[in-house]
């Protein structure tokens, strides 16, 4: 099958702003883009955190700020441009979690959520798409979940921003690829981050942020769309999704045990 973006081969010297770093998948995709010889912004609200990460790499830059704040963008915006002179790729995975059952709904959450999780990319994404297309090039990625394939339990206000975000990229994808613009759905299962330590649930097929990192770099570097990971789990949960409404759900109540 071709490559539904042209692959990226080489990564020295390519510029890459992370949204969503301080911890967790970003900031482990901030150690393998460095490791590979990558230029990395790093954004995220913990100032601390980021100039940890970014302290021992001359190409590493941090730019502190709130992704949910519609304010702060312009200037991050232009401090990632004046820091690394111009920008190749862009990866959105700032975003909350609030596992929470139907019966359980905080408007307050919903908000929130979606302000940061959906929001938040269309934020960036209104700096990014017309500087890309003045350069003719650029990538955007977004990080989603294998959440969005289906309903889940507890999954009512996550799963449902990230299901937004599985349609965006794909409208993004179909109007900028013919552009020359990239756009990348990254879709990760379970990974060991703090955002899942909340979970009281077993996660089938968890991994390191490391993994998690290996196999979005890898989909960047075979120039795949969505970027789907662990392959055994995510491949399932897609499979299910496909099924029937009939024996999807039973099934699902079956695997959650819910
Ligand atoms: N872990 C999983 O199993 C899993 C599965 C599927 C998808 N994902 C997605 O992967 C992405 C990364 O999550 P993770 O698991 O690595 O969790 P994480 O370690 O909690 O990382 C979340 C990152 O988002 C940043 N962030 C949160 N609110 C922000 C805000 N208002 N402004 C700017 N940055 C903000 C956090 O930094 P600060 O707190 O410093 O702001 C942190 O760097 C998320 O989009 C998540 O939904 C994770």
Known sequence: MRALNPPIKNWAGKRV???????????????????????????????????ELAQPHPHAHVVAFDAGD????????ERTLAAM????????????????????LDLDQVQKSFDLNVVGVYRGVSHLVPYFLKRGQGGLAVIASISAYTGLPKAVI????????????????FELEPKGVSVYLINPG???????AVNDFEMPGLMKP???AKAIVAGFERGDFEIRFPRGFA????????????????????????
């Open 17 to 51: 702003w992370l949204v969503g770093a301080s911890s967790g998948i970003g900031a482990a995709l901030a150690q393998a883009l460095l490791a590979a010889g990558a230029w990395v912004t790093v954004s995220a609200r913990r100032q601390e955190a980021l100039l």
């Open 70 to 77: 519609a304010q702060a963008w312009p200037e991050a915006f």
């Open 85 to 104: 002179g111009h920008i190749d790729l862009v990866v959105f995975g700032a975003a909350r979690y609030d596992p929470t059952h139907s019966w359980e």
């Open 158 to 173: 996550y799963g449902a921003t990230k299901a937004a975000l599985n349609n965006m990229a794909q409208t993004l994808y």
């Open 190 to 196: 379970f990974v060991e981050t703090p955002m899942t």
């Open 210 to 212: 490391a993994e998690a």
């Open 235 to 258: 491949g399932a949960l897609r499979w299910i999704s496909f099924l029937p409404d009939c024996w999807r759900f039973p099934l699902l109540h079956k695997i959650t045990k819910l």
